[in-house]
Protein backbone atom coordinates (compact mmCIF):
# COMPACT_ATOMS: atom_id res chain seq x y z
CA UNK A 1 0.00 0.00 0.00
CA UNK A 2 1.59 3.67 -1.42
CA UNK A 3 1.99 5.94 1.55
CA UNK A 4 -0.47 8.78 2.35
CA UNK A 5 0.63 12.01 0.49
CA UNK A 6 0.24 15.38 2.39
CA UNK A 7 1.20 18.43 1.72
CA UNK A 8 1.73 21.35 4.72
CA UNK A 9 1.64 25.07 3.09
CA UNK A 10 2.98 27.83 5.35
CA UNK A 11 1.84 31.36 3.89
CA UNK A 12 3.63 34.72 4.18
CA UNK A 13 5.89 36.04 6.93
CA UNK A 14 5.93 32.61 8.65
CA UNK A 15 9.48 32.16 7.65
CA UNK A 16 10.20 34.51 10.37
CA UNK A 17 8.87 32.34 13.01
CA UNK A 18 10.82 32.20 16.31
CA UNK A 19 11.80 35.86 15.72
CA UNK A 20 8.69 37.47 14.40
CA UNK A 21 6.26 38.72 17.49
CA UNK A 22 7.35 35.72 19.30
CA UNK A 23 4.53 36.36 22.24
CA UNK A 24 2.03 35.97 19.48
CA UNK A 25 3.75 33.42 17.44
CA UNK A 26 6.11 31.53 19.69
CA UNK A 27 9.68 31.02 19.86
CA UNK A 28 10.03 28.15 17.86
CA UNK A 29 11.63 28.64 13.87
CA UNK A 30 9.76 27.03 10.99
CA UNK A 31 12.45 24.80 10.82
CA UNK A 32 11.39 23.53 14.18
CA UNK A 33 7.89 23.12 13.37
CA UNK A 34 8.84 21.48 10.32
CA UNK A 35 11.23 18.95 11.68
CA UNK A 36 8.52 17.62 14.09
CA UNK A 37 6.08 17.26 11.28
CA UNK A 38 8.84 15.05 9.68
CA UNK A 39 9.16 13.23 13.01
CA UNK A 40 5.51 12.68 13.30
CA UNK A 41 5.07 11.44 9.33
CA UNK A 42 7.88 8.87 9.64
CA UNK A 43 6.99 7.14 12.61
CA UNK A 44 3.43 6.98 11.07
CA UNK A 45 4.60 6.05 7.39
CA UNK A 46 3.54 9.12 5.45
CA UNK A 47 4.98 10.79 2.77
CA UNK A 48 4.73 14.65 3.87
CA UNK A 49 6.34 17.59 2.41
CA UNK A 50 6.59 21.55 3.62
CA UNK A 51 6.78 24.74 1.62
CA UNK A 52 6.33 28.33 2.66
CA UNK A 53 5.94 31.11 0.45
CA UNK A 54 5.59 34.64 0.37
CA UNK A 55 3.79 35.09 -2.69
CA UNK A 56 0.17 34.06 -3.68
CA UNK A 57 0.81 32.42 -6.70
CA UNK A 58 3.06 30.50 -5.64
CA UNK A 59 1.06 28.76 -2.89
CA UNK A 60 -1.53 28.56 -5.36
CA UNK A 61 0.73 26.80 -8.14
CA UNK A 62 1.85 24.21 -5.28
CA UNK A 63 -2.29 23.46 -4.20
CA UNK A 64 -2.47 22.84 -8.17
CA UNK A 65 0.64 20.20 -8.26
CA UNK A 66 -1.21 18.35 -5.32
CA UNK A 67 -4.71 17.87 -7.41
CA UNK A 68 -2.37 15.22 -9.24
CA UNK A 69 0.37 14.50 -7.33
CA UNK A 70 -1.27 11.83 -5.40
CA UNK A 71 -2.13 14.48 -1.86
CA UNK A 72 -4.50 13.23 0.25
CA UNK A 73 -4.35 16.02 2.39
CA UNK A 74 -3.13 19.66 2.47
CA UNK A 75 -2.35 21.11 6.06
CA UNK A 76 -2.13 25.02 5.19
CA UNK A 77 -1.29 28.32 7.22
CA UNK A 78 -2.39 30.75 4.64
CA UNK A 79 -1.60 33.62 7.30
CA UNK A 80 -2.30 37.52 6.33
CA UNK A 81 -4.07 35.13 2.77
CA UNK A 82 -6.51 33.40 4.88
CA UNK A 83 -8.39 37.16 5.31
CA UNK A 84 -8.13 38.36 1.37
CA UNK A 85 -7.42 35.86 -1.00
CA UNK A 86 -10.59 34.30 -2.44
CA UNK A 87 -7.86 32.81 -5.33
CA UNK A 88 -6.47 30.61 -2.50
CA UNK A 89 -9.82 29.59 -1.63
CA UNK A 90 -11.01 28.68 -5.74
CA UNK A 91 -7.48 26.37 -5.77
CA UNK A 92 -8.72 24.61 -2.54
CA UNK A 93 -11.58 24.08 -3.91
CA UNK A 94 -10.32 22.72 -7.15
CA UNK A 95 -8.15 19.82 -4.87
CA UNK A 96 -10.27 16.81 -3.76
CA UNK A 97 -8.53 15.88 -0.77
CA UNK A 98 -8.84 16.97 2.92
CA UNK A 99 -7.66 20.46 4.09
CA UNK A 100 -7.02 21.73 7.14
CA UNK A 101 -6.39 24.98 7.68
CA UNK A 102 -3.88 26.00 11.09
CA UNK A 103 -3.36 28.96 12.74
CA UNK A 104 -0.98 29.44 15.46
CA UNK A 105 -2.77 32.20 17.23
CA UNK A 106 -6.68 32.19 17.69
CA UNK A 107 -7.46 34.62 15.03
CA UNK A 108 -11.03 35.04 16.15
CA UNK A 109 -9.50 37.06 19.64
CA UNK A 110 -7.51 38.99 17.70
CA UNK A 111 -8.20 42.18 15.15
CA UNK A 112 -11.41 42.10 13.72
CA UNK A 113 -10.05 41.92 9.80
CA UNK A 114 -8.55 38.45 11.09
CA UNK A 115 -11.77 37.49 12.22
CA UNK A 116 -13.02 36.35 8.41
CA UNK A 117 -10.92 33.24 6.64
CA UNK A 118 -11.71 32.48 2.98
CA UNK A 119 -10.11 29.37 3.20
CA UNK A 120 -12.19 28.38 6.36
CA UNK A 121 -14.97 28.12 3.73
CA UNK A 122 -13.67 25.18 2.17
CA UNK A 123 -10.91 23.71 4.81
CA UNK A 124 -12.70 20.34 6.27
CA UNK A 125 -11.44 21.24 9.87
CA UNK A 126 -9.74 24.18 11.58
CA UNK A 127 -7.05 24.41 14.48
CA UNK A 128 -6.34 28.14 15.54
CA UNK A 129 -4.67 29.13 19.11
CA UNK A 130 -2.94 26.10 19.86
CA UNK A 131 0.62 27.32 18.56
CA UNK A 132 2.68 25.06 16.38
CA UNK A 133 1.43 21.71 18.35
CA UNK A 134 -2.19 22.69 16.17
CA UNK A 135 -0.01 21.50 13.10
CA UNK A 136 1.11 18.38 14.48
CA UNK A 137 -2.54 17.44 15.33
CA UNK A 138 -4.02 18.61 12.13
CA UNK A 139 -1.88 15.42 10.99
CA UNK A 140 -4.40 13.21 12.66
CA UNK A 141 -7.01 13.89 9.92
CA UNK A 142 -5.56 11.26 8.14
CA UNK A 143 -6.52 8.46 11.03
C1 LIG B 1 -1.76 33.54 11.38
C2 LIG B 1 -2.82 34.59 11.72
C3 LIG B 1 -2.94 35.60 10.60
O1 LIG B 1 -3.94 36.58 10.93
C4 LIG B 1 -1.64 36.33 10.40
O2 LIG B 1 -1.72 37.22 9.31
C5 LIG B 1 -0.47 35.40 10.24
C6 LIG B 1 -0.42 34.17 11.04
C7 LIG B 1 -1.52 32.57 12.56
O3 LIG B 1 -0.88 31.54 12.32
O4 LIG B 1 -1.92 32.84 13.70
O5 LIG B 1 0.48 35.71 9.55
O6 LIG B 1 -2.22 32.77 10.29
Same mark, same amino acid.
Given at each position: ??????????????????? %???????????? =????????????????????????????? =????????????????????????????? =???????????????????????????????? %??????????????????????
Amino acid at each position: MSSSKVLVLHGPNLNLLGT %RQPEIYGHETLN =DINNRLYEKAAMNGWDIRCQQSNHEGELI =DAIHAARTDGTVLIVINPAAYSHTSVAIL =DALNAFDGKVVEVHLSNIHKREAFRHHSYVSL %RADGIIAGLGSRGYLLALDALL
